[in-house]
């Protein structure tokens, strides 16, 4: 049975891969960690009670030795925001594989993509949206505005595209790269690629209503030139937002924030 370490577990894309690995009954042994930034991300400590679970910080690298010591994983599943440090790559140095979900908009795993580690993959994924995917972003904020009807601005070209990915297709491609461990490098972008603007269309026709959204119009739409990988996705734009809204309209305690 594979051991498997996983950080930031408490995050969207985290929560949902443990969630499916225990559902399915998979061949392996979970463990993971995660420092809980806000009360709401507690629940998936409780969801996934199935697992070793930790209340520790990646860049707490003393804390973090003695978990993998004790826990031994064969993967390191890092999901975490966090910076590379000379600490973080001299604990990553002993473990037999450390892969790396990455993309290309977030400085910290940028950081980490640049150490130097020879049992090290990344995959990299585009923007996620699906079931639970009620994190900061542009599309949260499109749906949040069109259920409270509050106009928004998003800092963004209506014409700007962008590679969007249903959660359930980025579990496939995460498994796909604990599976493969001989893979070093894979950007699982598929062929969903949408603007702004098409994207707000596509949930106003969900919602029914007009969503009051105020777009930069002066910045350049810049020209995505990612390599695209043979990814096949089985899940629509519309039915990922179709679910992330019904799932925001029963849970809308999480915009209560502001």
């Not at 990814?231 to 925001?248: A, K, S």
Request: charged share 25%; with cysteine; aromatic share 12%.
């Amino acid at each position: 049975m594979k051991k498997i370490l996983i950080s930031a577990s408490c995050s969207a894309l985290a929560s949902n891969f443990i969630r499916n690995l225990l559902y399915e009954g998979a061949n392996y042994r979970v463990s993971s960690f995660d420092m809980i930034t806000h009360d709401k991300y507690m629940k998936n400590v409780y969801i996934n009670k199935n697992n070793n679970f930790y209340f520790a910080d990646i860049n707490d690298t003393h804390i973090l030795s003695k978990i993998i010591a004790f826990e031994k994983p064969d993967v390191f599943l890092d999901f975490a925001h966090s910076p590379a440090s000379i600490e973080l790559e001299k604990i990553l140095a002993g473990i037999e594989k450390y892969i790396l979900v990455s993309n290309y908009y977030d400085d910290g795993k940028k950081s980490k993509e640049q150490m130097d580690l020879p049992n090290k993959s990344i995959l990299r994924l585009p923007k996620l949206y699906g079931p639970r995917q009620f994190m900061p972003a542009d599309i949260s904020s499109m749906i949040h505005a069109g259920l409270s009807q509050n106009s928004i601005k998003i800092d963004k070209n209506p014409m700007q595209d962008e590679y969007w990915m249903h959660i359930f297709d980025a579990i496939k491609n995460v498994k796909f790269m604990i599976e493969n461990p001989n893979v070093k490098e894979f950007n699982a972008y598929g062929k969903q690629c949408f603007n702004y603007l098409e994207v707000q269309q596509k949930i106003s026709k969900i919602m029914k209503r007009d969503i009051p959204i105020v777009y930069d119009s002066t910045l350049t739409s810049a020209p995505r030139d990612l390599i695209l990988e043979a990814c096949q996705q089985e899940f629509p734009l519309h039915d990922g937002l179709d679910q992330t809204i019904e799932w925001c309209q029963d849970n809308q305690w999480v915009f209560n924030e502001k």
